[in-house]
């Protein structure tokens, strides 16, 4: 099958075996009119966000969009989900984990809007959940680390006269956590899998670049904080390399960490990378968004 078909029946496994939340946790849907587009209505078609709002002894303010990988084919929501929204709990951030529409049955961009939409609806409850929307950042692993990097150089303004009140807040991330992620559709370090099963088979070369996240870094591009490994088979570190030199070039704050060791899907660390360095990823991230004044001090 290869590493290519091998990841993503990971990921079409853990969208089974992975994805239920802990008991007590609330969601709304992304769409609650229906999703634009859907094929149905089954939960594959309704985008949801988990919700887990910081302790009102913790609370920084900050908020974080969390996207699980997987290929786009499936969703680790529990080591990159629901695991990683407890971690930034533990830490005074309010986590939100998105549940985003898959291939094949969705192609882009409907990923993209469902993480821009939940975005705007983080900033736009930002009163209600104690959230300062000038700090709302999103963070993805693999797949979700490519639709994180997209929602940060692709997003829209507000527009003011907009009929729907959630199209007038605007879906810029404050800040970008990008883990093992999937940067470039383009050249040999491109994920065969997220290809095929984003843009399908064929792609427009025209698409291919559109989703090639580094081509569109620029001085607006939200601050970013990179992880990624050198012993990752399945999406190549020079993806990471490629964003980071992105960012460089447009002088847009970045941090980047690269570890010798560490397989694809290591997570947050601990059981899924026992005794290895990268765990310590987790720690080296929060103390990125204390230098970038995020997580400053509790409310």
């Given at each position: 099958?290869?590493?290519v078909?091998?990841v993503c029946?990971l990921?079409?496994?853990?969208?089974?075996?992975?994805s239920?939340?802990?008991?007590g946790?609330?969601?709304?849907?992304?769409?609650?009119?229906?999703a634009?587009g859907?094929?149905?209505?089954e939960?594959?078609?309704?985008?949801?966000?988990?919700?887990y709002?910081?302790?009102p002894e913790?609370n920084t303010?900050?908020?974080?969009?969390?996207?699980?990988?997987?290929?786009?084919?499936g969703?680790a929501?529990g080591?990159?989900?629901?695991?990683?929204a407890?971690w930034?709990?533990d830490?005074?951030?309010?986590?939100?984990v998105?549940q985003y529409?898959?291939?094949?049955?969705?192609?882009?961009?409907?990923p993209?809007?469902d993480?821009?939409?939940a975005?705007?609806?983080?900033?736009s409850?930002?009163?209600e959940?104690?959230i300062?929307?000038?700090?709302i950042?999103?963070?993805?692993?693999s797949?979700?680390?490519?639709?994180?990097?997209?929602t940060?150089?692709?997003?829209?303004?507000g527009?003011?006269?907009?009929?729907?009140?959630?199209?007038?807040?605007s879906?810029r991330?404050d800040f970008?956590?990008?883990?093992?992620?999937?940067?470039?559709?383009q050249?040999p370090?491109?994920?065969a899998g997220?290809?095929?099963?984003?843009?399908g088979d064929?792609?427009?070369?025209a698409l291919?670049?559109e989703c090639?996240?580094?081509?569109?870094?620029?001085?607006?591009?939200p601050?970013?904080?990179?992880l990624?490994?050198?012993?990752?088979?399945a999406?190549?570190?020079?993806?990471?390399i490629?964003?980071?030199?992105?960012c460089?070039?447009?002088?847009?704050?970045v941090e980047m960490h690269l570890?010798?060791q560490?397989?694809h899907?290591?997570?947050?660390?601990g059981s899924?990378a026992?005794g290895?360095?990268?765990?310590e990823?987790?720690?080296?991230?929060?103390?990125w968004?204390?230098?970038?004044?995020?997580i400053?001090?509790p409310?």
């Amino acid at each position: 099958m290869g590493i290519v078909g091998t990841v993503c029946m990971l990921g079409l496994f853990l969208s089974a075996a992975d994805s239920a939340a802990p008991s007590g946790v609330e969601s709304v849907l992304v769409w609650p009119d229906g999703a634009p587009g859907a094929a149905g209505d089954e939960a594959q078609d309704k985008p949801t966000l988990y919700l887990y709002p910081a302790k009102p002894e913790n609370n920084t303010g900050a908020a974080i969009v969390v996207c699980p990988g997987g290929g786009y084919a499936g969703l680790a929501m529990g080591y990159e989900g629901h695991e990683v929204a407890q971690w930034l709990n533990d830490n005074g951030v309010s986590a939100f984990v998105l549940q985003y529409r898959l291939g094949p049955r969705y192609r882009y961009p409907a990923p993209q809007m469902d993480a821009q939409r939940a975005i705007r609806i983080v900033r736009s409850r930002a009163a209600e959940w104690k959230i300062d929307p000038g700090k709302i950042g999103i963070l993805g692993f693999s797949a979700g680390g490519h639709l994180s990097a997209m929602t940060g150089v692709h997003y829209v303004d507000g527009k003011p006269d907009a009929s729907d009140p959630l199209e007038r807040v605007s879906t810029r991330p404050d800040f970008l956590v990008l883990v093992y992620a999937v940067i470039t559709m383009q050249g040999p370090e491109a994920h065969a899998g997220c290809n095929k099963n984003l843009l399908g088979d064929n792609p427009d070369p025209a698409l291919l670049k559109e989703c090639s996240t580094q081509l569109f870094v620029n001085a607006n591009t939200p601050p970013t904080f990179i992880l990624h490994t050198t012993e990752d088979q399945a999406v190549p570190v020079g993806n990471a390399i490629l964003f980071y030199d992105a960012c460089v070039k447009a002088k847009v704050p970045v941090e980047m960490h690269l570890f010798e060791q560490g397989k694809h899907g290591i997570g947050m660390g601990g059981s899924r990378a026992p005794g290895n360095p990268v765990g310590e990823w987790p720690g080296l991230c929060l103390k990125w968004l204390k230098l970038r004044g995020v997580i400053n001090s509790p409310n």
